[in-house]
């Protein structure tokens, strides 16, 4: 009986209304990711090329040593860092976008 209880408890604690914790970096959806680049990062950022739009061009992004921007190490926290606060005339994207939304957008960037 004492099992039940501790298992009622702890789906009350954890949540077992079916809602899911935003996905940690590495776990987004790539292909909503590239929805999300096309409608909120495309006019600035070619994903294609390097070639600089109004903000560099995002091709190969992973594969850089440094940010082109402030020169830290391409890393997820470092990208979602960027993502947030903006700067150099980008917007910030802290409140435009969800956690999972900013997953997402990261997992797209790996893969151009």
Excluded: W
């Amino acid at each position: 009986m004492k099992k039940i209880l501790y298992l009622v408890i702890a789906c009350f604690l954890v949540g077992c209304t079916g809602a899911t914790a935003p996905p940690a970096a590495g776990e987004g959806d790539a292909a909503k990711g590239k929805v999300i680049f096309d409608q909120q990062c495309g006019l600035c950022h070619d994903a294609l090329s390097t070639n600089k739009k109004m903000g560099p061009g995002l091709k190969g992004l992973y594969q850089a040593p440094k940010l082109s921007t402030n020169g830290k190490p391409v890393t997820d926290a470092n990208v979602l860092e960027k993502i947030n606060t903006g700067g150099n005339g980008m917007s910030p994207y802290r409140d435009m976008l969800s956690d999972a939304e900013k997953a997402n957008l990261i997992a797209y960037l790996k893969t151009i």
